[in-house]
């Protein structure tokens, strides 16, 4: 079983940055794809995105260009770069760990126009 942590969301101004972070626990936090999903209220879950074990990426379109997912299996750690935020990038933003279906407890992020 893995246990995610989710971090480093806030308040930020449209056009700025946030780097969010995703630590786990657990022996295996290497094994499976990971990803970044976001939820607005009264909204299905969406996927931002997603990073394979051995790295390869995918994004939303909504996304692609402005973040960029990594992960550090060292650190059992994922990351979502936020570059050029918008208004509507303002939700709750979850880890997946798709190996153990474990979600993180979510981290805001809240981009002022």
């Known amino acids: 079983q893995v246990h995610l942590v989710e971090s480093g969301g806030g308040l930020v101004q449209a056009g700025g940055s946030l780097r969010l972070s995703c630590a786990g626990s657990?022996?295996?936090?290497?094994?499976?794809?990971m990803g970044w999903y976001r939820q607005a209220p009264g909204k299905q879950r969406e996927l931002v995105a997603r990073i394979t074990s051995d790295g390869s990426t995918n994004y939303s379109d909504s996304v692609k260009g402005r973040f960029t997912i990594s992960r550090d299996n060292a650190k059992n750690t994922i990351y979502l770069q936020m570059n050029s935020l918008k208004p509507e990038d303002t939700v709750v933003y979850y880890c997946?760990?798709?190996?153990?279906?474990?979600w993180g407890q979510g981290t805001q992020v809240t981009v002022s126009s």
């Open positions: 657990g022996r295996f936090f290497s094994i499976g794809s």
């Open positions: 997946y760990a798709d190996f153990f279906g474990t």
